[in-house]
């Protein structure tokens, strides 16, 4: 059993609770947010308390937190309130160093876009500018604001309702949906690090059946206390619809595999059992999900 820190947040440091929070809670996706003042001064800046919370109707919520340091708002958030408006861009890794470039803290009035290099992207229906950089951009209208607290570090939810969706059509498949790998997103972390939704961070995994699967709990015990297989190896099994029956049983102990094992470590039932559980990993790395089950179902402990 690992050892686990206990901690009260009332105890910790502001310092010390955003650090365990932010690095633990993480990647989180990035939104550079354009606002717009009552004088039709233009602010954009990132934020990393963000995402998406429904899709019918389309919500999207970023949080400009109050300063931990002196309790003062964000031009952000001052901005919404007087401008119910705002212009989500997302990030990806080709503007990473932009990006970060823009969350300074520079005088009110100041044009982010400017000073990062950004290129505006018109607006159809909102005041404010998309990213023409980000690969998409979602013009939004401010439906409400939430203040979490009224001390610094205290977040601020702004939730926004998508009124219009601007894609890069470079980072469309030819069925029309958007490629991931092409995406290239890039996700905040805790401290000065980021994530890159890139190469070998990608990796799929089939959404679990219509019908419910069987569960890591009618596994084999040998299976469930395996040192061999992983959690996630197990996870996969448990997401077959059906344990296997005498019938598949019989079949993977008449196959050529199953007989060869036993041949070379049925004297020794922890070297033939380690071969199962090796053999199993082999199929279920190899999306053999049914074929890994029934080898394992095979090995009677």
């Known amino acids: 059993m690992p050892k686990f820190l206990s901690l009260d947040p009332d105890s910790l440091t502001i310092p010390q609770r955003h650090g365990y929070l932010l690095s633990s809670v993480a990647p989180r996706p990035i939104a550079l947010a354009s606002t717009i003042d009552k004088e039709g001064n233009i602010n954009l800046s990132p ?6 919370f429904s899709s019918n109707p389309p919500i999207m919520i970023f ?20 401008v ?15 990006m970060s470039l823009s969350s300074s803290e520079y005088p009110k009035g100041v044009n982010e876009f400017t000073k990062a290099g950004f290129t505006p992207l018109a607006s159809e229906l909102v005041r404010t500018p998309g ?8 013009e939004c209208k401010v439906q409400d604001i939430i203040e979490l607290g009224d001390q610094g570090a205290a977040g601020n939810l702004v939730i926004c309702k998508v009124v219009k969706i601007h894609i890069n059509e470079d980072f469309l498949k030819e069925d029309g949906k958007l490629d991931t790998k092409k995406l290239d997103l890039v996700g905040r972390m805790g401290d000065i690090w980021y994530s890159r939704a ?7 995994i089939p959404k679990p059946l ?25 996870g996969r099994l448990g997401n077959i619809v059906n344990v296997p029956t005498e019938d598949d049983i019989f079949k993977s102990r008449s196959s050529l595999e199953f007989k060869s094992l036993k041949k070379d ?37």
């Not at 934020?47 to 998406?52: E, K, Q, R, Y």
């Not at 119910?84 to 932009?98: D, F, G, L, P, R």
């Not at 999900?289 to 095979?298: P, T």
Request: charged content about 25%; proline content about 3%.
């Open 210 to 234: 219509s019908t419910p699967g069987i569960g890591v709990d009618q596994l084999p015990r040998h299976v469930i206390k395996s040192e061999i297989l992983s959690a996630n190896d197990l």
């Open 265 to 301: 470590y049925g004297d020794n039932k922890e070297e033939f059992r380690t071969a199962v559980h090796y053999k199993a990993k082999d199929l279920i790395f190899a999306g053999k999900l049914k074929e890994a089950a029934d080898f394992l179902f095979s090995y009677e402990d």
């Open 47 to 52: 934020f990393s308390f963000f995402n998406v």
């Open 63 to 82: 949080s400009p937190a109050r300063r931990g340091r002196d309790n003062t708002t964000k031009h952000s958030l001052e901005n919404v309130k007087e």
């Open 131 to 138: 990213v023409a950089e980000s690969p998409v951009s979602f």
């Open 84 to 98: 119910k408006e705002c212009t989500i861009s997302i990030v990806n890794y080709s503007m990473v160093e932009q």
């Open 198 to 204: 890139n190469g070998q961070a990608l990796f799929e």
